[in-house]
């Protein structure tokens, strides 16, 4: 959840709040309240956030973050020391490293690399993006392995046919690549896009193949 959609809610309680309290209302209706304010604190309260890595892979060494919500992030970008950098202030909450705790995910993507794994089984926290990049998020998770879509594609799917350069500009800051298949996405003209992990289109092209995707990529 993004910072401005989970502030709202929590804004709009204690102005009630207020009211509330300044029109000397019912004691019934003011402890109510209370209680909906201390719902919502908890609510956005940031939990343990665990993650663990995988050294080698044929995309490189990729690292795993999960909440109690699900997984939340997964990177193959940088560093271990640049993945907990980046994600611990965007969640205002410190990172502890745990196998145990990020060994399913980290289980389902080393055997869905290695190609005996089709699918992933996992819950997914999406607490870190907005409502039009969740839904270009879903509709990407709805390719079905071995097929691709266009920016455009996903743009109509998701009720917004104008969009596909934003559609693009979402799936470029997609915080669980590969779980979420951005790389089933291509560009209008079926070439390749773009693509944020290691090495670009050329990780891009890998996963593709390793779905059963031939592309004709000159490198």
Known sequence: MGDAEGA????NLLRGLDRLLAAEADPAAAEAA???VHQALDAEAPGPIYYDSLSTSPVGPLYVAVSDRGVLALDFTGSEAEFVGRLAPRLRASLRRSADKAGEALEQLQAYLAGRRTAFDLPLDLRMTREFQRQVLMAALKIPRGSVATY???ASRIGR??????????LGHNPL????PCHRVLASDGSLGGYSGRDG???KARLLELEGVRYDWHW
């Open 201 to 203: 289109v050329r990780t």
């Open 152 to 154: 455009g594609q996903i």
């Open 8 to 11: 709202a809610p929590l804004n």
């Open 161 to 170: 046919p104008r969009a596909a350069r934003a559609v693009g500009q979402a």
């Open 177 to 180: 690549p590969i779980i979420i």
């Open 34 to 36: 209370r209680r909906r």
